[in-house]
């Protein structure tokens, strides 16, 4: 773990206005550090005076400010001259496809099989399984009562026939599932 200042050429907000706009006009702000989580940072080339790391990290690490915060610490000084992301959540770039490998898949109808399911995005949400009078309320925007939710959050909503039908949120203070976002009709 460790505190990371954000860079002025970042989506950060000060005071409703993103940092990377206040810098194109040149203006510098104090900025307060963030707290990221670097879980894995392995030296997998060195040629001198090149280096090649690869990471595991929390989301919201700037991974160009850390490696000029290393180049400090070790003071050489650094800098990328490339970045990949290979990964984010359950998306790997192994599993990607080219524009033309949509192309051609597009030309021979077969372009839904290069898709993932919608409620793959979504993993990192809990699953509310629910009855079919209670998905057809909830889906024409009614809040359901459904047992208590801890923690709070969004979950994804599936019907009896466990197709993925939506986005609920739970209301604490109601007691009761409210619709965030509805993909399909049941």
Same mark, same amino acid.
């Given at each position: 773990? !460790?505190? &990371?200042?954000?860079? $002025?050429?970042?989506?950060?907000?000060?005071?409703?206005? @993103?940092?990377?706009?206040?810098?194109?006009?040149?203006i510098s702000v104090e900025r307060e550090p963030r707290q990221v989580e670097i879980f894995r940072l392995e030296l997998t080339e060195?040629? @001198? @005076?090149?280096? /090649?790391? #690869? $990471?595991?990290?929390?989301?919201?690490?700037?991974?160009?400010?850390?490696?000029?915060?290393?180049?400090? /610490?070790?003071? +050489? *000084?650094?800098?990328?001259?490339?970045? /990949?992301?290979?990964?984010? *959540?359950?998306?790997?770039?192994?599993?990607?496809? /080219?524009?033309?490998?949509? =192309?051609?898949?597009? =030309? #021979?109808? +077969?372009?839904?099989?290069?898709?993932?399911?919608l409620d793959s995005a979504l993993a990192h949400f809990p699953a509310l399984h629910l009855d079919a009078d209670s998905v057809r309320?909830? +889906?024409? *925007? &009614?809040? !359901?009562?459904?047992?208590?939710?801890?923690?709070?959050?969004?979950?994804?909503?599936?019907? @009896?026939?466990? !197709?993925?039908?939506?986005?609920?949120?739970?209301?604490?203070?109601?007691?009761?599932?409210?619709?965030?976002?509805?993909?399909? &009709?049941?």
């Amino acid at each position: 773990r !460790i505190a &990371q200042l954000p860079p $002025m050429y970042s989506a950060v907000k000060r005071k409703g206005t @993103p940092l990377y706009r206040l810098a194109r006009q040149g203006i510098s702000v104090e900025r307060e550090p963030r707290q990221v989580e670097i879980f894995r940072l392995e030296l997998t080339e060195w040629a @001198p @005076p090149e280096c /090649t790391l #690869e $990471m595991t990290c929390s989301r919201g690490t700037y991974v160009r400010s850390l490696a000029h915060d290393l180049g400090q /610490t070790l003071g +050489c *000084g650094a800098h990328l001259t490339g970045l /990949t992301r290979l990964a984010s *959540g359950d998306f790997l770039l192994e599993e990607a496809v /080219t524009l033309e490998e949509f =192309a051609q898949a597009a =030309a #021979e109808h +077969c372009w839904p099989d290069l898709l993932r399911p919608l409620d793959s995005a979504l993993a990192h949400f809990p699953a509310l399984h629910l009855d079919a009078d209670s998905v057809r309320r909830l +889906c024409q *925007g &009614q809040a !359901i009562a459904n047992g208590e939710r801890r923690g709070g959050g969004l979950s994804r909503v599936y019907g @009896p026939d466990g !197709i993925f039908l939506a986005l609920a949120a739970y209301d604490a203070e109601a007691k009761v599932w409210r619709p965030r976002k509805v993909f399909r &009709q049941f």
